[in-house]
């Protein structure tokens, strides 16, 4: 009996193509540090059982329905905001995601950019690579805030606003919080306060996104917003890009209408060359990088494998976004 078939659409980690291999005979896409195509994916799509894909792809209706032969879209991501699921769903088409692997790396990577911000760090680093470093140390050189002692707002209080919040206990903040469902059990082990999106914005100091980006989402944080924050605020973001308005956001910086921003994502990724957050000082931006360790990327490459492979296999896969795909394509679990 043939095997089935597996289009990957990025290079990815040995340990997850082998997982693959033991299953399906496995395509990768060759190009290195960039995604497929769209017109190559439209075209692997149609001979292929399985596609373990990356936000990077939109993986729409039109996609979706090229694949005839299409069991399931593995997505190495804990968004899947690239798939179009309810199409997916409709055709009998299983998504998978990565959840909870990226947490604690992501959360590690917010506060290198909380305190990057803050200390001005990649600004001392460019201002010593310049050579303009030319006097000796000053009282007043590149003055920062102090983080320890600070107000910490956090909005979207999910797996990674609450390893966040873990951290701050480090740093004696208080923390405040915002999300469309209150969670009483994190306040408790936690000791954050619950506040009101309005309330976060005006009290807090340092402002983290960690919210989906979903209809609702989207630019969430526009002119009203930054115009409620503190002149001395700082705004971190290591969710989606365009949960922040990002014009809005560099005429407030631009303006001093708050203190700084640190960015891993952007509206439009990469990012245009031209986008004016890239002349200012006071904002530190990175590539999307907040998952970005050896340990976690290869995590979310075998767990994103091994999900599909349980599809292909005829088992429920433990990473299910669309449970009710099972209605229209059931699955007969291997014992």
């Not at 997850?16 to 496995?26: F, G, M, N, P, S």
């Not at 290195?32 to 209706?61: C, F, H, N, W, Y």
């Not at 470093?133 to 920062?144: S, V």
């Not at 914005?201 to 919210?211: G, P, Q, R, S």
Request: charged share 30%; proline share 4%.
């Amino acid at each position: 009996m043939a095997k089935p078939k597996v289009y990957v659409t990025r290079q990815l980690f040995d340990e997850a193509i082998e997982i693959l291999r033991q299953h399906a005979d496995v395509e990768v896409f060759e190009g290195v540090d960039q995604p497929a195509p769209r017109s190559l994916i439209l075209s692997k799509v149609r001979e292929v059982d399985g596609l373990l894909t990356l936000l990077t792809d939109r993986i729409d209706s039109e996609v979706l329905e090229a694949g005839e032969r299409l069991k399931v879209v593995s997505n190495c991501a804990v968004g899947f905001d690239n798939i179009d699921v309810e199409a997916a769903t409709k055709r009998g088409i299983y998504v998978t995601n990565t959840p909870g692997i990226l947490t604690e790396t992501t959360a590690d990577f917010t506060w290198a950019l909380l305190l990057a911000i803050a200390r001005r760090v990649a600004e001392a680093d460019r201002y010593v690579r310049s050579k303009r470093w030319i006097h000796p140390w000053g009282p007043k050189m590149f003055l920062g805030s102090d983080v320890h002692g600070k107000t910490l707002g956090i909005i979207g209080l999910g797996r990674i606003g609450r390893a966040v919040a873990r951290r701050a206990k480090g740093f004696n903040m208080k923390v405040y919080y915002y999300d469309v469902q209150r969670d009483i059990r994190a306040e408790e082990e936690l000791g954050v306060l619950y506040k009101s999106l309005e309330e976060v914005l005006k009290e807090a100091d340092f402002i983290t996104l960690h919210v989906p980006l979903t209809a609702e989402t989207r630019h969430m944080i526009g002119r009203r917003e930054l115009s409620m924050m503190k002149k001395s605020a700082y705004l971190i973001n290591t969710s989606r890009g365009a949960v922040v308005d990002e014009k809005e956001l560099y005429r407030a910086l631009k303006e001093g209408a708050i203190a700084g921003a640190a960015l891993d994502v952007f509206e439009r990724e990469p990012t245009d060359p031209e986008n004016p957050l890239l002349t200012l000082d006071n904002v530190v931006l990175a590539p999307h990088i907040a998952s970005a360790s050896v340990e976690t990327r290869t995590k979310m490459a075998v767990t994103a494998a091994e999900n599909l492979v349980c599809v292909l296999r005829g088992e429920e896969p433990p990473n299910l976004v669309n449970p009710d795909v099972k209605k229209i394509r059931p699955l007969k679990t291997h014992t």
